[in-house]
């Protein structure tokens, strides 16, 4: 696909073929992430990965239900959505990527969310979907899920994106015009 194309026709994907996904297809949207920019070239980011469907529903599961016992950590109006009982919170998803912000300054987290945009875009233009689970983000990032998955705690969990071969493609919810100051 065309650069702009890709842009105009990525989507939150949440419905998934059940068709595993490749260490080869997380590699080269990782190869994708990593080439994004970072201030001051300091490339603040790691990622952890899993192909692992059955582990991927478990960690979906745990993360739920942390949520629901933990509401203070999500918005109120998430709250409801999470008490469906048919929410899989990573929608049984066939591989997931955490990126990771690998220093504490501020600008880390930023520097993530390119590498996560850049992931997201290679994935579309090799036909995989993703969806970026925010609401996953305080139950991945807790010590004990960091200590399990073999990871520092010193870093940030910043994008949990699942990944996999999309039954269909959203269509667009269309977007705002942009709001522009033009500075004279």
């Known amino acids: 696909m065309e650069l702009m194309d890709v842009i105009r026709n ?9 068709v ?12 994708a992430a990593i080439l994004a920019p970072s201030a001051m070239n300091h490339q603040p980011w790691a990622f952890a990965a899993s192909v692992d469907r059955a582990r ?9 239900s942390w949520l629901l016992e933990n509401p203070s950590a999500l918005r109120t109006e998430l709250y409801a959505h999470l008490k469906d009982q048919k929410l899989a919170l990573l929608y049984h998803a ?11 300054d501020s600008q880390a987290v930023e520097d993530c969310c390119l590498a996560a945009q850049n992931l997201m875009l290679a994935a579309r233009d090799a036909g995989l979907g993703t969806c970026w689970i925010g609401l996953s983000r305080p139950w991945f990032d807790l010590s004990a899920t960091k200590r399990e998955l ?8 910043v994008a949990p994106i699942i990944l996999g071969h999309p039954k269909d493609w959203p269509e667009s919810h269309g977007r705002n015009p942009a709001e522009i100051h033009w500075i004279r």
Do not use: W
């Open 20 to 31: 595993s996904i490749q260490h080869h297809e997380l590699q080269s949207v990782i190869d």
């Open 56 to 64: 991927i529903d478990d960690f979906s599961n745990r993360a739920k």
């Open 10 to 18: 990525r989507r939150a994907v949440r419905d998934y073929k059940d």
């Open 94 to 104: 066939p591989a997931l990527i955490l990126v990771l912000a690998t220093s504490p």
């Open 150 to 157: 073999g990871l520092p705690d010193s870093y940030r969990v």
